[in-house]
């Protein structure tokens, strides 16, 4: 038997007040600060410790290496892979372990209680401890071609890509001991290497200078900046100014490695912790800085190696460095 008909209707019996939208979580045990090799590896790291992780990706989720092409110094991948689908791999896999992964970029941070606080653009988060991941970028030449040719000829590693080309003749651009080692590493694949620096004299240490001025490969241009760059799908040419001559000169190259400084992402954390002379962060026991719970990993401290593995690596540590540290404070 049917029910008797009430004369109400479904829709008029539904609950019609209004719902209460679920409140975002804010609250986490670890709060990791960039998305490259180092925070990727410190959220797996620390999420497979059973600790709830936050990473914020800033601006440019990733890091450095969704600017590269083949990837073939990375253990694991017999055949290379290139930079952006490493990263894709390394944040599927940072998520699977259980790390909340939010694509937004920290704007302010407050380290000084023992709960600390990172500001976004529209939240703010709390973290018991907090790694910060925020890498450095190369500094550029500021060259349109520069942007044109960004990993078709253009690089700021020589570690890197060296390999890639054997053959060919290449610039470095730049005086210090970075350029000196990139010019001394690279002839062991290039037929020369043309060394522009903008002085008549190198920065680099007098050892590195003697290494370079016995190498028969190098060439030494002074006085003398890279003023364009050219080529069809590839850099096939730059022109070098001497800046005291005005002197043109076009190289055939196919390679221009800049070797001019790294700027260390670290303005967001000025008088909160300790930084160096070059805005790199300070270490002062393992990966801890100089405030307890604050922990860094990857380029934002290291000037030397710059390596996407050596950049995972301190992203390793600096997570069982946080696993003592909240164990000893819980």
């Known amino acids: ?17 209004p719902k209460i939208p679920e409140k975002k979580k804010t609250e986490f045990d670890v709060v990791i600060i ?22 914020l990706s800033g601006i440019l989720p990733g890091g450095q290496l969704v600017n590269t092409t083949e990837v073939e110094n990375y253990p694991g991948f017999e055949k290379g892979i290139m930079g952006p689908d490493l990263m894709i791999e390394m944040r599927k896999q940072t998520q699977r372990m259980g790390t909340t992964i939010i694509d937004d970029e920290a704007v302010d941070v407050d380290f000084r209680s023992s709960t600390f606080k990172i500001l976004t653009g529209s939240e703010e988060y709390e973290g018991r401890a907090v790694i910060i991941a925020t890498g450095a970028n190369p500094r550029k030449l500021g060259l349109e071609g520069e ?9 700021y590693c ?10 060919q003749e290449l610039i470095v651009v730049g005086g210090g001991d970075s350029a000196i080692e990139e010019a001394t590493f690279l002839t062991k694949f290039a037929t020369r290497v043309h060394l522009v620096h903008r002085r008549k004299e190198l920065r680099a240490s007098k050892v590195m200078q003697e290494r370079a001025f016995n190498n028969e490969k190098i060439k030494f241009h002074w006085d003398s900046e890279v003023i364009n760059i050219k080529g069809d799908q590839k850099m096939q040419q730059a022109v070098i100014k001497n800046i005291k001559t005005n002197e043109e000169t076009a190289l055939d190259v196919g390679g221009l490695f800049v070797a001019i400084g790294h700027q260390p992402n670290t303005k967001l954390f000025k008088n909160q912790i300790d930084l ?20 860094a990993a990857g380029d934002v401290h290291d000037r030397t190696y710059r390596q996407a593995i050596t950049a995972a690596g301190f992203g390793c540590m600096a997570a069982i460095d946080v696993d003592k540290y909240l164990t000893e404070n819980s």
């Open 1 to 17: 038997m049917m029910a008797a008909d009430s004369g109400v209707s479904v829709l008029e019996n539904e609950d019609k007040s």
């Open 34 to 55: 960039g998305a490259g090799p180092s925070g990727y590896t410190a959220g797996i790291y620390c999420s497979r410790a059973g600790y709830d992780t936050l990473i």
């Open 147 to 155: 942007k044109t040719f960004a990993g078709k000829g253009v690089s």
């Open 158 to 167: 020589a570690t890197c890509d060296g390999p890639f080309f054997r053959n």
């Open 276 to 295: 160096d002379d070059e805005d790199y962060i300070i270490l002062k026991n393992k990966t801890q800085t100089n405030i307890e719970g604050v922990f």
